[in-house]
């Protein structure tokens, strides 16, 4: 009898969630809502605190969710990673991000795995959630924990599984967007695939940790690419005098063959900015040079530049310098109704306008102060006299709860890189 596959069916699993952030906290609120008890663990004292409290920092778990969880004893979080050696299951949802040479910074995984080594119990489940290069649950994870004498597949087990997180989105959350789980034996898989079973709608099971690694790759891959493709596009009709945003609507009329992806100031967020070059730099060190990943890295990232100069040429229209200039930023989010600013563009288009000499202030409900690290800003509230005292309003972010017509009726030029001021006219809105 599998004692710890009897253990999930029964929710009777002690779980534990290794970094409290977008992917870590959504995911140990639906555990706990269906029974499970569990432990979030982060190093951060200030988000356990406010975890413990019963209040989210997070915008896609309310409060109200939340705080029930916590008083009913299913919730808890710790920094004291001690509490491993108590839990039956520990899943991994640390950061991963890109060093200045866009290598993989795989320290938070190891430091991680380093705490469970120091108190790993036989019979434990261990799942990678974090985005890394094909290769990191078995080169990473499994080679450290089988320094403790335990065998996998017999002793503890271990798999990895993507996260999918889109935060904001209002229609596809974590209980609904299918699961894919592939681990280092079969027995690995099936007991991941039926954790996660518990609390998921759909679980699909690959053959190995490699195949789902490459899994998140290849998706977030797949839309950088056609980013940098439109984006490309947009830079050739502004050149053509076309209307990139004309172009792909009438294009998106065809019902086979095409999908519509548009451009933008910059990519944004934690995934597609950065999970592709963990795969190019992978490959590289296997004598292969992934070429459609790194020129839509380079065009994509020239769309803060072309920002800048779109800006410049809408000052220019109205005899104006950008030097000296005072422009507001309207969203410094990375995409719509959401307060994270990992990798947005705005932070980029904001210290190049500065260095350039003008006077930058931003408005973004969502994000009421800003840490640019050459810079910091407080948002300002938008109204008609603020914007009429500005020389050009820049769209970054298309923030549905923001007034556009106001800031059509008041700005005295626009920059609009999100296509937000679909349906309205004139000469002073200059679009991406």
């Known amino acids: 009898m599998d004692l710890l596959l009897e253990k999930i069916k029964s929710k009777k699993t002690r779980i534990g969630v290794i970094g409290l952030g ?9 555990f706990a809502q269906v029974g499970f008890e569990v432990c979030g663990i982060d190093i951060d004292k200030k988000k356990t605190d406010t975890l413990n409290s019963g209040c989210s920092y997070i915008i896609d778990v309310p409060n109200e969710r939340l705080k029930p969880l916590v008083e009913s004893g299913k919730l808890k979080a710790t920094n004291d990673f001690s509490v491993i050696s108590k839990l039956d299951v520990l899943i991994i949802c640390v950061p991963t991000p890109l060093g200045k040479s866009r290598d993989p910074d795989v320290s938070y995984i190891v430091k991680a795995v380093d705490s469970i080594v120091k108190y790993l119990q036989k019979n434990q489940l261990i799942v990678l959630e ?5 290769g990191s649950t078995e080169e990473l994870v499994l080679t450290k924990l089988e320094e403790t004498g335990l065998d996998v597949g017999k002793d503890f087990y271990l798999a990895f599984s993507p996260e999918r997180v889109d935060p904001g989105n209002k229609v596809y959350t974590t209980h609904n967007v299918p699961k894919v789980v592939g681990g280092v034996t079969p027995h690995c898989t099936q007991l991941a695939a039926t954790l996660y079973e518990q609390c998921i709608e759909q679980v699909k099971q690959v053959s190995s940790p490699r195949v789902a690694e490459m899994v998140k790759l290849l998706e977030n891959t797949f839309r950088s690419v056609n980013i940098g493709l439109v984006n490309e596009i947009a830079l050739m009709s502004d050149k053509l005098g076309v209307d990139v945003w004309e172009v792909i609507e009438a294009a998106a009329t065809k019902p086979f063959g ?10 944004g967020g934690h995934c597609i900015p950065i999970d592709p070059f963990y795969l190019s730099w992978k490959v590289r060190s296997l004598g292969f040079e992934a070429r459609f990943i790194e020129l839509a890295g380079m065009i994509n990232g020239f769309m803060p530049y072309h920002v800048v100069t779109k800006i410049t040429d809408a000052l220019n229209n109205h005899q104006k310098c950008l030097k000296g200039a005072k422009i507001i930023i309207l969203g410094v989010a990375y995409k719509s109704d959401i307060d994270d600013v990992r990798e947005s563009p705005a932070l980029d288009i904001i210290e190049k306008l500065i260095d350039k000499g003008a006077e930058v ?16 800003l407080n948002s300002q509230t938008l109204s008609a006299d603020m914007l009429a005292s500005q020389d050009c309003a820049v769209i970054i972010t298309a923030h549905s709860n923001v007034d556009y017509s106001l800031v059509v009726n008041h700005a005295s030029s626009i920059v609009d890189t999100r296509n937000a001021l679909k349906g309205f006219s004139g000469e002073h809105i200059v679009k991406l």
């Open 130 to 134: 974090s985005t890394t290069y094909p």
């Open 258 to 267: 095409f999908m519509p992806f548009y451009p933008g100031p910059g990519l």
């Open 361 to 376: 202030s931003y408005s973004d409900p969502y994000i009421p102060e800003l840490d640019g690290g050459t810079f910091c």
């Open 22 to 30: 977008y992917v870590g906290l959504p995911l140990a609120v639906e």
